[in-house]
């Protein structure tokens, strides 16, 4: 059974930084591309960023460009997000979603249960 | 601003058909597939179309998706009270980065 288990929410200022996890299994981890998607409170899902399989193409949201860093670990079959320079805007659900392809293709087969990420002072 | 662009709201009285649309550009809807995604209260999304018309096992044939040019649609046939959730539909761009529409709340009357 497919299972991504996201950690690392929180409650963090503005301007600080946060390091989410997803932690993966029942699948072949380093087969597929993976990906964040958020969701604000009340509001639809966002595309935050995506990584292919060995982590040689990775693309992200205009909205979080320069500040966020989407890396993994197919050892530890792990996905991360580090977040820097936080403003409330990204403050949402974030969900950690398995690609059905090794590049990324949109199609997100699988997807976490969310860790919330509060932005505010 | 979502990338993609879908009413945000839709609604059915049980047994009727219902259709949502989606509306991209040549860069995503175009040239790519197109995905549907449910959203029930309180839960993850959940894949429900993929690649424009297809079911993953489990879901029902009422469900059913087409694309068009640069727009997508997905309809529900026999509505049922179930089928209350918000509905999103998505796509690859070419830009390379994922797409999404705001999404379409579904009520069932």
């Known amino acids: 059974e497919v299972q991504l288990v996201e950690s690392g929410g929180g409650l963090v200022q503005p301007g600080r930084s946060l390091r989410l996890s997803c932690a993966a299994s029942?699948?072949?981890?380093?087969?597929?591309?993976m990906h964040w998607v958020r969701q604000a409170p009340g509001k639809g899902l966002e595309w935050v960023s995506g990584?292919?399989?060995?982590?040689?193409?990775?693309g992200y949201a205009d909205s979080v460009k320069g500040r966020f860093t989407i890396s993994r670990d197919n050892a530890k079959n792990s996905l991360y997000l580090q977040m820097n320079s936080l403003r409330a805007e990204d403050t949402a659900l974030y969900y950690c979603?398995?690609?059905?392809?090794?590049?990324?293709?949109?199609?997100?087969?699988?997807w976490g249960q969310g860790t919330l990420v509060t932005v505010s002072s | 601003q979502s990338v993609l662009t879908q009413s945000p709201s839709a609604s059915g009285t049980p047994g009727q058909r219902v259709t949502i649309s989606c509306s991209g550009s040549?860069?995503?809807?175009?040239?790519?597939?197109v995905y549907w995604y449910q959203q029930l209260p309180g839960t993850a999304p959940k894949l429900l179309i993929y690649?424009?018309?297809q079911r993953p096992s489990g879901v029902p044939d009422r469900f059913s998706g087409s694309k068009s040019g640069t727009s997508a649609s997905l309809a529900i046939s026999g509505l049922r009270s179930e089928d209350e959730a918000d509905y999103y539909c998505?796509?690859?761009?070419?830009?390379?980065?994922?797409?999404f529409g705001g999404g379409t709340k579904l009520t069932v009357l």
């Open positions: 040549s860069s995503n809807i175009g040239s790519n597939y």
């Open positions: 990584i292919n399989w060995n982590s040689g193409s990775i």
């Open positions: 998505a796509a690859w761009d070419d830009s390379l980065s994922g797409a």
């Open positions: 029942g699948f072949t981890f380093d087969d597929y591309a």
């Open positions: 979603a398995k690609d059905k392809d090794s590049h990324s293709s949109g199609w997100y087969d699988y």
């Open positions: 690649s424009n018309d």
